[in-house]
């Protein structure tokens, strides 16, 4: 099975910036689509923004033009840069991968989820 193991949350004034990390580790034939959600208290998870292998991205409308999700391949790590980040941004952020594993079954691996909290 493969782990996901986020970084880079935190404590953070509106208009600041942050970027979270996430690499992968583990047994696997292919990472797919690569994605950040987030769950703010009494929400339901949301997608925040996903990345396909070849690096075409789509972004939730409340983040488009703030924030940026990118990845190396080589590293099996997906990025969230997080730019002019407001009050509402505040949330337990997860990375999600569509893995295949070496037997060719798909699965969905999520890491554990990195607090990024958004107040002055």
């Known amino acids: 099975q493969v782990q996901l193991v986020e970084s880079g949350g935190g404590l953070v004034q509106p208009g600041g910036s942050l970027r979270l990390s996430c690499a992968a580790s583990?047994?696997?034939?292919?990472?797919?689509?690569m994605a950040w959600y987030r769950q703010a208290p009494g929400k339901q998870r949301e997608l925040v923004a996903r990345?396909?292998?070849?690096?075409?991205?789509n972004y939730a409308d409340s983040v488009k033009d703030r924030f940026t999700i990118s990845r190396d391949n080589a590293k099996n790590s997906v990025y969230l840069q997080m730019n002019s980040l407001k009050p509402e941004d505040t949330a337990v952020y997860y990375c999600?991968?569509?893995?295949?594993?070496?037997?060719?079954?798909?699965?969905?691996?999520w890491g554990q989820g990195t607090q990024v909290t958004v107040s002055s």
């Open positions: 999600n991968a569509d893995i295949t594993g070496r037997n060719l079954r798909g699965y969905d691996a």
């Open positions: 583990g047994s696997m034939f292919r990472i797919n689509d």
């Open positions: 990345i396909t292998r070849s690096g075409n991205t």
